[in-house]
């Protein structure tokens, strides 16, 4: 069964570091590009990073780039996603879906399914 669950979500201050993981079961994570997206309160859904696990490759959304970091865990089936200096527009629930890749890049714009539940995260003073 395939399935995505995320964690690390909770309060933080401004300024602060958080990492958010993904567990992915039921599937090989190798073949598998892993996204993250997030949901501000009455915000559409917007993609923040994601991961093609074979070759390594990254990519983020210009709003967030230089903050977020997307990585793996080496031989384990965990994507993380690491947000540093943390701002009160971070406020979302975020979320990790997977897409099938087409090429060694990804894309935050693919189309991806079999999505977790969420993770909280509130920044707040």
């Known amino acids: 069964q395939v399935q995505l669950v995320e964690s690390g979500g909770g309060l933080v201050p401004p300024g602060g570091t958080l990492t958010l993981s993904c567990v992915t079961t039921?599937?090989?994570?190798?073949?598998?590009?892993i996204g993250w997206f997030r949901q501000a309160p009455g915000k559409g859904r917007e993609g923040v990073s994601c991961l093609n696990s074979r070759p390594g490759a990254t990519n983020h959304a210009d709003s967030v780039k230089g903050r977020f970091t997307i990585s793996r865990d080496s031989g384990k089936n965990t994507v993380h996603l690491q947000i540093d200096n943390l701002k009160l527009e971070d406020t979302a629930t975020y979320y990790c879906a997977r897409s099938w890749p087409s090429d060694n890049f990804c894309q935050l714009n693919s189309q991806y399914g079999a999505w977790g539940q969420g993770a909280q995260v509130k920044v707040t003073v």
């Open positions: 039921g599937f090989n994570l190798d073949l598998w590009v």
